[in-house]
């Protein structure tokens, strides 16, 4: 009898890897997902609302509606991702259970627990989480994240937090692969990241696991902008279906992250896509509004 | 030296382009059809076969892979790569269509039923050296596909041995090659395991 190993650690970084390269958008409903599957999209993460609108819309946001995400995964064959509040593990036995490709534990939702986030190790699912900095991108993978995303600022259609948090994360692993083997322990001790991926991201150069960039991509030279800033993929999340025309728009945010350092065929995917979502200045939105800074 | 392509419009090129480098082999990312010219093998990745799919058709590379697949040139695609290069899929979408087999997408279900397990390939013998003799080579299946059918141009290189976790599916034809198109459902580029890319390289040079 052979030897099956199912929700393997390979496993799960393998779906992530082979998401790169891609876009993965956000939908709620089964005709947004359609869309998105059409245009392109490697992967969709289902909910009920998008983050510009949560954001609009205040109160708590928790997992959407287990049958609404059932049945956008009825609809299309690319993989479907969903969001649980950080920390609430049962939120994530649920979407497990209905058998969601991809957990997002997100700080687009409002947190469960001000302290922890889930012990993912013990899920078959592999989950996605967000992250501003290189400690934080490790204390993740060490509870168990097979993918990393930087989180930019949600909801906005601004590209900044995005820029800030995914320089942030690379130039702090450009910074460690040039200290001496010794300096690695203080590091990560002033990081608050485990000892032992600090010294693989070291020998690596990178992450060991695939990081896409988040919150606020908008438009076709904003994906480009984060992939040649050296992201693996993006999540565009209000970004497409706040637009005037999500079907065009997000086909061409699809080609921009193919050909995301090929300008010419950039300016010929960003011409007539009409109006793109409108964009908040982060400076008017209260630190207490902010969603990047919800996780620890 | 052989210089090798690899689709790079999505999925996991660089792992394919790593390992083939670690071997001494020229690598290509392909993109445009242009980046064609000057290969002597190409490698369809793994990835989002219907985003794949979708970027070969607006770039133009669908028609040039395919001529160059009818007329004899290796190519060699894992999982994503396997249902691009198959004949049908039962799912409309854009396909190259030139091996003569017929695939199941996701056949297995969904991420969690996603697994891993040891595989008997005969072929891989040629290859083999020293501790690798004998070693069944993992194999990874990531919301994988399968070959249905096999059609008589077709061989089977790999099959699912017996589990019960897997039954319905035990025997299952998991890689095939018609001449010197190579097809995958599994992922040697993620496993460090460099013998099919040998097995592959040696098929494109013969």
Partial sequence: MAEVETGGWKIKTGLAQMLKGGVIMDVVTPEHAKIAEQA??????ALERVPADIRAQGGVARMSDPELIQRIMDTVTIPVMAKCRIGHFVEAQILESIGVDYIDESEVLTPADEEHHIDKHTF????????????????????????????????TGNVVEAVRHARTV???????????????????????APYELVVQVAQLGRLPVVNFAAGGIATPADAALMMQLGVDGVFVGSGIFKSSDPARRAEAIVKATTHFADPKILADVSKGLGEAMAGLEIRVIPEEERLAGRGW | MTRCGVLALQGAFIEHVQLLSALGVDTVQVRRPDQLSGLDALIIPGGESTSVGKLAVAYGLVEPIRRMAQEGFPIWGTCAGMILLARDVGFGQPLLGVMDIVVRRNAFGRQV?????????????TVSTGAECGRPFPGLFIRAPLVERLGPAAEALARLPDDVRIAGQAGAVVAARQGKLVATAFHPELTGDSRFHRYFLAVAGS
Wanted: with cysteine; aromatic share 2%.
């Fill in chain 1, 170 to 192: 690379l130039g702090a692993i450009r910074r460690l692969q040039s200290m001496a083997p010794e300096e690695l322990m203080a590091t990560a001790k002033e990081m608050g």
């Fill in chain 1, 40 to 45: 392109g999209a490697c992967a969709v993460m």
């Fill in chain 2, 113 to 125: 039923d996603s697994f891993e397990v040891g595989l008997d390939i005969p072929v891989l013998r």
């Fill in chain 1, 124 to 155: 078959r699912v592999p989950f996605v989480c967000g992250c501003r900095n290189l400690g934080e991108a490790l204390r993740r993978i060490g509870e168990g994240a097979a993918m990393i995303r930087t989180k930019g600022e949600a909801g």
